[in-house]
């Protein structure tokens, strides 16, 4: 397939200044402090020390990631998100019994096949989340990514067949609608 893309330096999320790295910066730190904190409960001082180690680490590798407030999620995208998330739960779960049926049976009907299935027309950050959506699903692999396609594994043609009808697809083109 293609080889990997890496960000070219004049798309990147920072300004020749830096401010929109610093800006991303003044945002997220606070915002990923107050989660690990609220995921963390202690406030003993090795883990608050490990708290601000990972927030840097994050940082860190955001700013190298050249992500920016620009290219950001919207606040439409953040709201429709739960009830992506819940559909993707939802199928994975399914994914999930169906895998184990076929994986557990005393004659396993496996017979894996790599096809590709469209992602042109998407945003950066929706092929990523497309993409993911399909590793998520027990059975299916994203292989590669690129403008116009991802090569994805599976563990039969119905896994196959079930991008293939677009389902998946619609669910992440109506959460990046903007609406």
Not at 3 to 19: E, F, I, V
Request: proline residues 7%.
């Amino acid at each position: 397939m293609t080889q990997p893309r890496l960000a070219p330096s004049d798309t990147g999320g920072t300004h020749s200044d830096g401010t929109s790295t610093i800006r991303l910066i003044r945002w997220a730190a606070p915002l990923l402090a107050a989660f690990w904190l609220l995921l963390s409960g202690h406030i003993d001082p090795l883990f608050l020390t490990l708290g601000v180690i990972s927030v840097v680490l994050a940082c860190v590798l955001g700013h190298r990631a050249g992500l920016s407030l620009e290219k950001g999620p919207t606040l439409g995208l953040v709201l429709r998100l739960p009830r992506y998330l819940l559909w993707l739960v939802k199928e994975v779960l399914i994914s999930a019994v169906t895998v184990t049926r076929q994986v557990w049976s005393p004659r396993p009907d496996l017979a894996p096949v790599v096809t590709c299935t469209p992602s042109r027309g998407l945003s950066p950050l929706t092929q990523v989340v497309y993409a993911n959506s399909i590793t998520l699903t027990p059975g299916t692999l994203s292989l590669d990514l690129d403008d116009e396609h991802i090569e994805v594994h599976a563990l039969d043609s119905a896994g196959v067949e079930d991008l293939g009808d677009g389902r998946v697809l619609r669910q992440v083109h109506r959460l990046e609608a903007r609406r």
